[in-house]
């Protein structure tokens, strides 16, 4: 088989019966697909011998043909992947590429294969077979990360760190609290995925073009062969379903609005003015002309990757929305965007795994930012309620006003006098000393999910029995 440029235009093999003459140039162009959906080769190959064994099984097609089409397809399965295989344009995609494959290799019984199927259900099922191990991928890689997070969490369960609101300095928490936001952030897509895949799991294949088909086949074997809970329910659904797909890109996008929020703040970790964490030299890389810097460009390319997964998710949206019920040919537009986020949501994943495994914790310097910006004034306040009686909003205004006099002495709040902090409210003793170092505020708040060291450990605790 040539590449379809150079060959005669006679009409398809698979489909030309009436039709006199093949393809202008541009319409095969616009038309074939097999560029990227040879990728799904082996889940065509696996659907048609599932198929193929059904249609034996109930008396449809013989036992010997069908022998000679598993032969025949498993040959063409270790052709493509010793790359002897040579896929035509002109057979359009990878279904007919295979199917005229198989003709030529084990002649008339090859054409008994397509008996009660269409290339309809038959793309639906290679496609969901493809993203359901996708996804399956997807759930060991998001395991790996989260179990990154909780090693570094538990590392630093006591580090101290700034935690920000409007990336403004707002109240101590610990770096092993903040490793943690994130394994809840993954955990949700990872149980986002494991939703995917349970809404994917039925075949799709023997709902024929559209309408089902008259050949007594049984639908509930080769959804038993091909791995899945059971078939699909309504033939008209199933061929025009993309459902999987699109659960798949809103899947990716999420995680990776996930993986840009923590690839973001890898970047302003790093610089100089932060400098809360070094990244390993394995994920950072110099600059050509200053000599001094390292940058963090794989959290960069996290970051942007984001950008073209989402996009993906837009995009087969709009290809969907405008589609009468079933089929129509727009589908074939749904691969790329699929295979396209699929290499870079497992490429970011890992990255970010390695980042986070390799990344060096600078925890002198989080410590030393954790105490500025007054970030113990809410400790104050709570202070000021709990052992002076006063309402909260009066200690608010308390503590601003200590705030206001630190600022102007150029210090910290742990740093004013007792007698300083006197003349804003009398009540105020010694003891006020204790809450206000961020060690102190951080171990205080051990409300359920708080930053307090213990209840940290706590909730590592709860993830490590679950991942
Ligand atoms: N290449 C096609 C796709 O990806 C396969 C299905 C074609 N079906 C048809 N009726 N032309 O959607």
């Known amino acids: 088989m040539a590449d379809g440029n150079s060959e005669t235009k006679s009409s398809n093999q698979m489909w030309g019966g009436r039709f006199a003459s093949g393809p202008d140039a541009?319409?095969?162009?616009?038309n074939a697909s097999i560029g990227f959906d040879k990728k799904l080769y082996a889940q065509d190959i696996r659907g048609s011998i599932a198929h193929a064994t059904m249609l034996a099984h109930q008396g449809i097609i013989s036992a010997d043909d069908k022998d000679k089409i598993v032969h025949g397809l498993n040959t063409i399965l270790s052709e493509i992947e010793s790359g002897a295989f040579e896929f035509s344009r002109r057979?359009?995609?990878?279904?007919?590429n295979i199917e005229a494959r198989l003709a030529t290799l084990i002649g008339p019984a090859a054409g008994r294969l397509h008996t009660a199927r269409?290339?309809?259900d038959q793309v639906a099922l290679d496609f969901r077979l493809w993203v359901k191990e996708e996804l399956q991928r997807t759930e060991k890689a998001l395991t790996a990360l989260i179990a990154a997070f909780l090693d570094r969490a538990e590392e630093h369960a006591d580090t101290v760190?700034?935690?920000?609101?409007?990336?403004?300095?707002?109240?101590p928490v610990t770096f092993g609290h903040h490793c943690m936001a994130y394994v809840e952030m993954f955990g949700r897509d990872r149980s986002r995925v494991r939703h995917a895949i349970e809404h994917m799991d039925e075949s799709p294949i023997g709902a024929a073009a559209l309408a089902g088909t008259g050949f007594p086949i049984d639908r509930h074997m080769t959804a038993k062969a091909l791995g899945f809970a059971?078939?699909?329910r309504n033939s008209i659904d199933t061929v025009s379903d993309r459902d999987f797909a699109l659960e798949f890109l809103s899947m990716a996008s999420i995680t990776a609005t996930h993986l840009s929020r923590l690839a973001e703040e890898i970047v302003i970790w790093s610089t100089p003015q932060f400098g809360f964490i070094r990244l390993s030299d394995a994920f950072s890389t110099g600059s050509s002309i200053m000599p001094q810097k390292k940058n963090p460009d794989a959290a960069e390319l996290v970051r942007a990757k984001t950008g073209r997964i989402n996009g993906s998710l837009i995009a087969l949206l709009t290809v969907m929305k405008g589609l009468p019920l079933a089929y129509s040919k727009d589908m074939q537009e749904d691969?790329?965007?699929?295979?396209?986020?699929?290499e870079s949501l497992e490429l970011a994943i890992a990255a970010m795994t390695g980042m986070v495994r390799d990344m060096t914790i600078r925890s002198d310097r989080m410590k030393a930012a954790a105490g500025s910006g007054y970030s113990t004034a809410t400790d104050l306040a709570d202070w000021l309620v709990r052992e002076a009686g006063l309402p909260f909003r009066d200690a608010h205004h308390v503590t601003g006003r200590a705030v206001a006099l630190a600022e102007q002495n150029g210090c910290d709040l742990a740093d004013l006098s007792l007698a300083d902090l006197q003349s804003i409210h009398a009540d105020i003793t010694e003891k006020v000393f204790d809450v206000l170092t961020v060690e102190a505020s951080v171990a205080s708040r051990t409300s359920f999910g708080g930053t307090a060291p213990n209840e940290v450990r706590k909730q590592i605790a709860w993830w490590r029995a679950r991942n």
């Open 26 to 30: 541009i319409m095969e162009e616009i």
């Open 91 to 96: 057979l359009e995609d990878i279904h007919m």
């Open 118 to 120: 269409s290339r309809n």
């Open 161 to 171: 760190m700034p935690g920000f609101t409007h990336l403004q300095t707002a109240q």
């Open 230 to 232: 059971g078939p699909t």
């Open 335 to 342: 691969k790329e965007q699929v295979f396209d986020s699929a």
